[in-house]
Each structure stands twice: as structure tokens, then as C-alpha cells.
């Protein structure tokens, strides 16, 4: 069974501009969940998605939103990039809303010049 | 706000010998405590997850333990070998947040042979 997809793998974008990732999860799996991965900061969670609703919300600002499909593929959008936005953004989906066992994709890394 | 604690940061043990590795929590309603790996230039990959109703788990050379008084879980290694050179993350659930995960800042094990 293929594993969680990523696209793309790498990113580079300016300051103020905008970006989309995607993310498909292992078939089957009905619940996706995005991550931000930094040096400093370590690992956090942005929001998570089952059933094409957002259940969940970390603590980012409203410039970072999301949305998944009804075929469980998932996208993140980030508006009005910021330096301190480059990181690797992991995507790790779960078979079910109930269901903790994630597994993680190999993650977009974002760089804003 | 909820957190996950882990140390040490950095371990470096020769081929052959246990590696030891402490995370604590702050969310008394936690019940979900995963442990990841993650290698360079890949998304973090579970190895062993344990629950709040469980004292200890293992898989192979691998064991995790969990304290839910104290509120401490450890990852044991035994027999270690070069490959199990990564960056090792313990993860926590949050009460009321779906499957989110709050993550430790984790711990680079170098094993040298």
C-alpha cells in the first residue's frame, strides 16, 4: 500500500506571496493532519481534517488555512508568506477521526526569500 | 498550555549497547503516546505507540514504558546498531483535540560502530 504523497517535495517562495501544498493520504485513510517542522519550535500541529470538515485548530495565525476533498486528499494554503514561514510542512493521515496511529508523509519544504 | 518534555537531546552510544530515552507530559488526560523516528531528508516514521491503559509495550529491540502517575514514558533501544542513527520523537495526545499530537523537541541518537 503506497504511503502518504507530498507535492511538492520543494518550494521557494518570496515574502508576501502565496503557496498551496497537497497532500494524499494512504488509501483508505479518512482523517488528514498537517504539522509545521522547525529547528526552533520542533514540531506543530496546524489543523486537522476528516470528512472534508476541519476538526481541529492549532495555534497559527488565520494566514494559514486549509481544506480536504471528498476523496480525502488534502491541501494547505498559506497567504502573505512570511520569513519566519519556511519550514517543512508535514502532512500524516489516520485511518479513521478516532483513530491516533498517524503516519507522516515526507513533507514540502517551504523557503520564503 | 499542554507540554511534552524529552532528553536528553543528543545520545551517542557504541553498537551493542541500550539507549535510553525520557519524555514527560503536562495534559493528565493524555492517553495516546506515540514515538517516532526521523531521518534526514524523511517525514517522521512511528515505531512503537503506547496507550494510558498499558504499563509497557515492546517490539523487538524496541520498548516503551509509561508511568501515568508520574506522567513519564521512556523509549528503550537494545542492541543498538548504526542504523538506528536518527532524530527520535516522543508525542503526546491532547484531550479534546481529535487527534492531535503535541510533540517533544526530540533526541538525535548517534550509533557508532
Known amino acids: 500500500k503506497a504511503g502518504v504523497t507530498q507535492t511538492p517535495r520543494y518550494l521557494i517562495k518570496t515574502r508576501g506571496q502565496q503557496v498551496t501544498l497537497s497532500c494524499s493520504p494512504i488509501?483508505?485513510?479518512?482523517?488528514v493532519s498537517w504539522y509545521q517542522q522547525t529547528p526552533g519550535q520542533g514540531l506543530q500541529f496546524l489543523f486537522e481534517?476528516?470528512?472534508?470538515?476541519?476538526?481541529n485548530k492549532g495555534n497559527f495565525p488565520g494566514r494559514f488555512s486549509g481544506r480536504q476533498f471528498s476523496n480525502s486528499r488534502s491541501e494547505m494554503n498559506v497567504s502573505t508568506l512570511e520569513l519566519g514561514d519556511s519550514a517543512l510542512y508535514l502532512c500524516?493521515?489516520?485511518?479513521?477521526?478516532?483513530?491516533?496511529?498517524?503516519?507522516f508523509g515526507p513533507g514540502t519544504r517551504l523557503t520564503v526569500t | 498550555g499542554e507540554n511534552v518534555e524529552q532528553h536528553p537531546s543528543t545520545l551517542s552510544v557504541q553498537e551493542g549497547d541500550s539507549a535510553v530515552i525520557k519524555c514527560t507530559y503536562s495534559?493528565?488526560?493524555?492517553?495516546?503516546f506515540p514515538w517516532y523516528k526521523q531521518e534526514l531528508g524523511k517525514g517522521p516514521q512511528l515505531i512503537i505507540d503506547?496507550?494510558?491503559?498499558?504499563g509497557e509495550k515492546k517490539d523487538q529491540r524496541i520498548a516503551v514504558t509509561l508511568n501515568k502517575t508520574a506522567k513519564h514514558f521512556s523509549l528503550h533501544i537494545t542492541e543498538t546498531q548504526p542504523e538506528d542513527s536518527a532524530v527520535y520523537f516522543c508525542?503526546?495526545?491532547?484531550?479534546?483535540?481529535?487527534?492531535?499530537?503535541?510533540f517533544g523537541k526530540g533526541t538525535t541518537l548517534s550509533v557508532s560502530s
Open positions: 500524516a493521515s489516520s485511518l479513521q477521526g478516532n483513530s491516533y496511529e498517524q503516519y
Open positions: 503506547i496507550r494510558s491503559n498499558v
Open positions: 488509501s483508505g485513510h479518512r482523517s
Open positions: 508525542a503526546a495526545s491532547v484531550a479534546q483535540a481529535g487527534t492531535a499530537l503535541i
Open positions: 495534559d493528565s488526560a493524555s492517553n495516546y
Open positions: 481534517y476528516f470528512s472534508e470538515t476541519q476538526r
